[in-house]
């Protein structure tokens, strides 16, 4: 089984639907991250949490919220779906007790809003 | 601000050809570097990753990068492309200040047989 799971992998969602993508990770992390790729600009980080209690907004968080119900869970919420939000979503985990260290991807969710 | 710049976004090599793809990064303190690889309908693998020591870092796959504090620079290479490296590469800077990774906008490779 992946470490960071990612859940849909796929999804088309309708204008206006609310839509949650899900993130699991068994790494034991307490690091987790939503990022949103798009084709020529990369990867942007959307929100990060560092803990349960701690969450905070990245470059690109309008329209979007997260939960962070455990430690090895962190959703991504779109309140109300719009088409630019078509993207391919990534959440990635690292581990502050390990200095230095990199981030861990799941899959991606590819999620198209119609 | 930090940030980082690939300025390639598309590149073509024979296989068997050299490859160099580039990373500029802006970062305010010491930089900690980062290369990804991403397949078609994958996520990102760590490639290598630079923190500090030896400027020329080997990776998987037979990578290499070399970190140039004068030049913000962090320039991925391979002696030998294969045609299994096709791919979407990204460079990244993280760093103890931020605990976030910012990425670069990718170089997309293609390899002709």
């Known amino acids: 089984d992946a470490d960071v799971t990612q859940t849909p992998r796929n999804r088309i969602t309708k204008t206006g639907k609310r839509i949650m993508l899900e993130c699991s990770q068994t790494?034991?992390?307490?690091?987790m991250y939503w990022y949103r790729q798009d084709p020529g600009l990369g990867l942007r980080l959307i929100y990060y949490?560092?803990?349960?209690?701690?969450?905070n907004k990245g470059e690109i968080s309008d329209g979007y919220s997260v939960s962070r119900q455990a430690q090895a869970k962190f959703s991504l919420s779109l309140e109300s779906a719009i088409p630019n939000q078509t993207a391919l979503y990534f959440c990635?985990?690292?581990?502050?007790?390990?200095?230095?260290?990199?981030?861990?991807f799941g899959q991606g969710t590819r999620l198209t809003v119609v | 601000a930090q940030s980082v710049t690939q300025p390639d976004i598309h590149i073509t090599v024979s296989e068997g050809a050299s490859l160099e793809l580039r990373c500029n990064y802006s970062?305010?303190?010491?930089?900690?570097l980062f290369w990804y690889v991403q397949s078609p309908g994958q996520g990102l693998q760590l490639l290598l990753k630079?923190?500090?020591?030896?400027?020329l870092v080997q990776g998987i796959k037979g990578f290499e990068a070399e970190f140039k504090r004068s030049q913000s620079s962090f320039n991925l290479r391979k002696p030998s492309v294969h045609w299994s490296d096709a791919a979407e590469y990204f460079c990244?800077?993280?760093?103890?200040?931020?605990?976030?990774?910012?990425f670069g906008t990718g170089t997309r490779l293609k390899v002709l047989a």
């Open positions: 990635a985990t690292s581990d502050s007790d390990i200095p230095n260290t990199e981030a861990f």
């Open positions: 790494k034991g992390h307490d690091r």
């Open positions: 949490s560092f803990d349960v209690k701690d969450i």
């Open positions: 970062y305010g303190a010491t930089p900690y």
């Open positions: 630079y923190f500090s020591g030896d400027t």
């Open positions: 990244a800077v993280g760093g103890s200040g931020t605990y976030k990774y910012i």
